[in-house]
């Protein structure tokens, strides 16, 4: 676990700024008929163009598969997280695509992520993004000086479980700044009071992965990345670069129009 100085939390904000700009023209973008490997191309040419790096192309894989291919994660439908991009995956009317994304700007990383809407989807897909985004939100006002890392995971699987959801159990938030995964873990579930204290210089990447029936996931055999719902179901995946400070929380990057969680 690693402290950062208003310094290091400055130039993270710029970094997440950048990520959610591109997320926002990404929405824009978004359309039955276009590929998921053309969101792809459109990111990564928007943080080249920025001084940036894609975080997530060439990472290494944590078993024995290939490196990550993509500049994005573009998990459709019941995937997860970690889908590939591919020029074969072309959006429908009533998916819903997580579009995940991360990059290295002047020596520190941003990492944030957004499930959106491809044109009018089932009502319960619209409920499930709204509840997945609202969990965020609830995990974002626990990320306060004295507070506990359970603390985030339980406000997020409490509002997730009353709505009839599932918290994933696999994948988990984490600590970010100079490296893109740093201590603590930060899980979306558990008890309150548990863990890692917070303290004032903590920069967490808080990311609340929902899926609208079990919990259980498998990885993709096909690409040994993708990781997809065992039923089937929905899944949904939200998340913000998030440092703790004496004011209280601060989401990294917000743009104007966006929700203040806290």
Known sequence: MVLKSAAEIEIMDEANRLLRGILREVGARIAPGVTTLELDRFVEERILAAGGK??????????????????????????????VPSPRVTLREGDILSVDVGVLYRGYYGDTAETFAVGKVSEEARHLLEVTREALERGVRQAVEGNRVSDIGHAVQAHVELHGFSVVREFVGHGIGARLHEEPQIPNYGPPGKGMRLSPGMVLAIEPMVNAGGAEVLLSAEDGWTARTKDGSLSAHFEYSVAVTEAGPRVLGLLPGDARPW
């Open 54 to 83: 894609p975080a997530f192309k060439g990472y290494p894989h944590p078993g024995l598969g290939p490196d990550f291919p993509g500049t994005i994660c573009a998990s459709l439908n019941d995937e997860v997280v970690h889908g």
